[in-house]
């Protein structure tokens, strides 16, 4: 049995940090392969503070083709057609095109000056199958080897099961309706359970148990199952699922308990990683915040983004990205509540252990 079967991390998902110039369409390269999924934010508060823009190879690139995570909004609903938007996927980028606003036209993609980050992850390069292992009929774009997939459905108000085409269970789903902008952004976590959700969109703790969620279900590795509530499953509306699955040496979703200290707890993944997402999920009014390799190449890593809010990148609650895991470098709530559960997802730069089971330090 291999240690791994991924031994750069980089072939499925990659950090692109760039400064925009204002020229459309303007091509970037250097993501290393044809992005399914490129969330894209402004780092810099030159205009302001501005929208987290996510698109996908399902939903298609386009101006009316993203969602925000800081936001409800639908599809389109961030006004990527006025402030600028990916109008395809590359075979190693993406292709950004202005918007039609007579000022901002550039501002969320491009603008001159500015900076961006772009996390990039890869599915199956296809605009998904059809998928028809639950109740109700999906369509699916999986890659089974990094333990993604992209889930189209069409919610029914009632109890009900989503194939994900990972093949395995997954461990973290991020579920936003694309036809409404009523409905926050539904989060399941493993270590929150399968009575628990909690929001993207939001600085809020999770929510309580309840069987609206998820039907206290958890999911198998053909199947999620969503409950009544709205935010998955709201009547005839459609509806995006990123499906992720734990990878050894590649990705991990999981806990940790807070202790209050500068001092704080080490947290093993097994790889060293290129993107970590934090959040409290015991205490309300504490962020989602986001680190990558790329912007900080050398720890400290402190250079932080809110998943849930349009503010700009700062440099706070620091962690350091290490061999085999990150160490938690705060004595802040956000991060290190004392007692306080801490959810994480993280994606590697290299393994612990290669697939060869030789240390990639020893190489």
């Not at 402004?42 to 205009?47: A, L, P, S, V």
């Amino acid at each position: 049995m291999p240690y791994t079967t991924i031994n750069k991390g980089s072939s499925y998902f990659n950090t692109l940090i760039y400064t925009g110039n204002g020229s459309s369409p303007r091509t970037l390269t250097g993501v290393g392969f044809k992005p399914d999924f490129s969330w894209i934010k402004r780092r810099d508060g030159g205009q302001g503070n501005t929208n987290h823009n996510l698109w996908n190879s399902i939903s298609g690139a386009g101006n009316n083709a993203e969602l925000s995570s800081n936001i409800t909004g639908a599809e389109g609903g961030s006004s990527a057609d006025l402030y600028g938007y990916v109008s395809a996927f590359t075979s190693d980028g993406f292709t950004l095109t202005n918007g039609t606003d007579g000022t901002y036209y550039d501002l969320y993609t491009n603008n001159s000056g500015g900076t961006y980050v772009s996390w990039n992850w890869l599915a199956n390069n296809t605009s998904g199958s059809s998928n028809t292992a639950g109740s109700i009929t999906s369509t699916v774009a999986a890659n089974t080897t990094a333990g993604f997939s992209i889930v189209r459905y069409t919610g029914t108000g009632a109890n009900a099961t989503v194939g994900h085409g990972l093949g395995v269970a997954p461990r973290m789903m991020i579920i936003k309706d694309r036809t409404s902008g009523a409905y926050n952004w539904t989060v399941y976590h493993a270590s929150i359970g399968n009575t628990r959700r909690i929001i993207l969109n939001s600085d809020a703790g999770q929510d309580s148990a309840d069987s609206r969620w998820w039907n206290n279900t958890s999911p198998t590795s053909t199947v999620f199952t969503i409950g009544i509530d709205n935010g998955a499953n709201a009547s005839g509306d459609s509806f995006i699922a990123y499906c992720f699955a734990e990878i050894k040496g590649y990705s991990k979703f999981g806990s940790y308990t807070g202790n209050g200290s500068a001092d704080g707890p080490f947290v093993y993944t097994g790889f060293k990683p290129a993107f970590v997402i934090q959040k409290n999920a015991s205490a309300s009014a504490t962020p989602w915040f986001l680190f990558d390799n790329k912007r900080n190449p050398f720890n400290k890593t402190d250079l932080k983004i809110n998943p849930n809010s349009s503010d700009v990148e700062s440099a706070a609650n620091e962690i350091d990205m290490l061999s085999n895991g990150f160490k938690v470098r705060t004595s802040g709530s956000y991060t290190n509540g004392s007692g306080n559960s801490i959810i994480y997802m993280a994606f590697a730069e290299n393994p612990f252990v290669t697939s060869g089971g030789i240390p990639v330090t020893a190489r």
